[in-house]
T-cell receptor
Framework: GEDVEQSLFLSVREGDSSVINCTYT??????LYWYKQEPGAGLQLLTY?????DMKQDQRLTVLLNKKDKHLSLRIADTQTGDSAIYFC?????????????FGTGTRLTVIP | EAQVTQNPRYLITVTGKKLTVTCSQN?????MSWYRQDPGLGLRQIYY???????DKGDVPEGYKVSRKEKRNFPLILESPSPNQTSLYFC????????????FGDGTRLSIL
């Protein structure tokens, strides 16, 4: 599989901004995704960005893509305690005969009240 | 309600006793996939299926089998489970291809003693 890397932990205070970073290796990726996993639950798609875009904003979420450095980030403005979860970055690769998704290790975000 | 349903949610069993984890989706999706989630490793793909009767290996297929006889179902079979298959398993589906947004089930936690 492809290498998608994230730091394992991030702590922020309630009301601050959180920035979760991700690096990937395959320059032929088509979409890049952010998923959120709350305790005991499956993965919920938060947002995604097409590889020819630099930025996407969706309410409190901002995704930045630096294709040259193969770096993706997710910024959460005004972080709330309900944002505490594991966040996974994933890149999609168009392989011959298949299209697959490769996940990072996940970043556990802890929001301190 | 559009969903991916896995059963069972939790299972404790013993080495060598064959087990099947079922996965069903009601969205008429062509693509289905199985992942396992382990601490510090993120999600790794076990097997995927592009459509009925089409299955292929992911990154960690050893010790697993799958089948796709119908569009909605994609069971994961462990013929002779071993302790290193103790993990959290997720089934996912997407409309066409793994590079599109995938919908995840709530997960199955397997413990093999």
């Amino acid at each position: 599989g492809e290498d998608v890397e994230q730091s394992l932990f991030l702590s922020v205070r309630e009301g601050d901004s959180s920035v979760i970073n991700c690096t990937y290796t395959d320059s032929s990726s088509t979409y890049l995704y952010w998923y959120k996993q709350e305790p005991g639950a499956g993965l919920q798609l938060l947002t995604y960005i097409f590889s020819n875009m630099d930025m996407k904003q969706d309410q409190r979420l901002t995704v930045l893509l630096n294709k040259k450095d193969k770096h993706l980030s997710l910024r959460i403005a005004d972080t709330q305690t309900g944002d505490s979860a594991i966040y996974f970055c994933a890149e999609s690769i168009r392989l011959p005969g298949a299209n697959n998704l490769f996940f990072g290790t996940g970043t556990r975000l802890t929001v301190i009240p | 309600e559009a969903q991916v349903t896995q059963n069972p949610r939790y299972l404790i069993t013993v080495t060598g006793k064959k087990l099947t984890v079922t996965c069903s989706q009601n969205m008429n999706h062509e693509y289905m996939s199985w992942y396992r989630q382990d601490p510090g490793l993120g999600l790794r793909q076990i097997y995927y299926s592009m459509n009925v009767e089409v299955t292929d290996k992911g990154d960690v297929p050893e010790g697993y089998k799958v089948s796709r006889k119908e569009k909605r179902n994609f069971p994961l079979i462990l013929e002779s489970p071993s302790p290193n298959q103790t993990s959290l398993y997720f089934c996912a589906s997407s409309l066409k291809g793994g590079n599109q947004p995938q919908h995840f089930g709530d997960g199955t936690r397997l413990s093999i003693l």
